[in-house]
């Protein structure tokens, strides 16, 4: 059996792809699979450290912005649009898989409609709750859309079936202890915050957190933090803890660029600081903690501020859009569940009657009919 994947970009549309591979080769030892993704994007380097091969499409997308630097990507978006069909279809053709799952990405657009127009059977998964205009377009010819939000259904043609599977998240997340946790981390009692804005970082988070950090530390709040920078804030964050006076070094205090042990800081945290990408969502759900909610206005669609509302509206979330993001708005935030640890405790458990804990199961019943017949 060979199974084409399409995704790219974000760990968001790649991580779930190599869950699904794992999830198929689990079942058949047997099965081949080729990726396509794009030569730029995390999945040149993500793929193959899984042991996967990879083939790449050129393709990237459209900027909304009238910059010059937007407008010079525009041109190249636009050069590679014209030779990316092809480019696909001679990857199906030369690989002729069994049928194809796209995940999102921008190399998923032209190598799942490669797919179709050769008549073979396409599966997408929907990350968000307001899809993306590739998933939109390709829908109509899918023999099934697997969505992680049941909101998104609606924006899918009705004679297309959409099944609710959930996200895969790691395993591992389940496996550890609020107590076990905190230990391991040297935490002492108190409330633990754990802020992050992905790999990239986020500079709204990034900027506010030191300043968060020195008014919890200087009114003697019991907390502990976590806060992951990411890439772009290297420079900065760093730096701003050092001019508030705030020592790295505290043992109820974290920073670094990247947190490797995300499995080990949900478990401690009793509340999440952080952007509201799909597969953090998931986890949020899956371990059940409150959060505050900080959308990245750029996405596209505005799909992050469509994923928050789903939490948001549950009262598993507080939302705060960006534009209205102030360090004084985010103390009175933290401190009302500070104040009241049962209210932050509900909105966990409302995280966790929110999780689909039977992900795997949901996507092998949609694809098991694709993969009968072709061991």
Not at 251 to 278: F, K, P, Q, T, W
Request: hydrophobic residues 45%; glycine residues 10%; aromatic residues 6%.
């Amino acid at each position: 059996m060979k199974v084409l994947l399409a995704c790219g970009g974000t760990g968001g549309h790649i991580n779930p792809a190599l869950a699904i591979a794992g999830m198929i080769s689990a079942r058949y030892p047997d099965a081949e699979f080729l990726f396509a993704g794009t030569p730029d994007g995390m999945e040149a380097t993500l793929v193959p450290a899984a042991g996967y091969h990879i083939a790449f499409v050129k393709v990237a997308g459209f900027q909304r912005s009238f910059s010059p630097d937007s407008l010079a990507r525009n041109i190249k978006a636009a050069s590679y649009l014209v030779t990316a069909g092809h480019h696909a279809k001679k990857l199906v053709k030369d690989f002729a898989p069994d049928f194809a799952i796209g995940t999102g990405g921008y190399a998923a657009g032209p190598v799942i409609r490669a797919a179709q127009q050769l008549g073979i059977p396409t599966v997408i998964h929907e990350q968000n709750a307001y899809p993306g205009v590739t998933n939109k377009l390709l829908a109509p010819h899918a023999k099934a859309i697997m969505l992680t939000f049941e909101e998104a259904s609606q924006y899918f043609p009705e004679n297309i079936p959409t099944v609710l599977t959930g996200l895969p998240v790691r395993g591992s997340l389940l496996k550890r202890k609020k107590d076990e946790a905190r230990r391991k981390l040297g935490f002492g009692e108190g409330m633990t915050i754990l802020s992050f804005g992905g790999s990239q970082g986020a500079k709204c988070l990034n900027d506010l957190m030191p300043e968060l950090i020195a008014w919890h530390r200087g009114a003697g709040m019991k907390i502990n933090h976590i806060h992951a920078y990411g890439k772009h804030g290297k420079a900065d964050v760093p730096a701003a803890m050092a001019a508030k006076g705030i020592p790295l070094t505290d043992r109820n205090l974290r920073v670094s660029e990247y947190i490797h042990d995300m499995d080990i800081c949900l478990a401690a945290a009793d509340l999440v600081i952080s952007r509201s990408g799909a597969s953090t969502l998931s986890e949020l759900e899956m371990v059940g903690r409150g959060s505050i909610l900080v959308p990245y206005p750029n996405a596209a669609e505005n799909h992050q501020f469509h994923n928050a509302n789903v939490l948001g509206k549950a009262g598993a979330a507080i939302v705060v859009e960006q534009k209205d993001l102030t360090l004084d708005i985010m103390k009175q935030h933290v401190q009302s569940l500070y104040d009241q640890p049962e209210k932050l405790e509900a909105m966990g458990q409302r995280a966790g009657a929110l999780a689909i804990r039977d992900t795997d199961a949901r996507i092998l019943r949609v694809l098991e009919p694709l993969m009968r017949d072709r061991k």
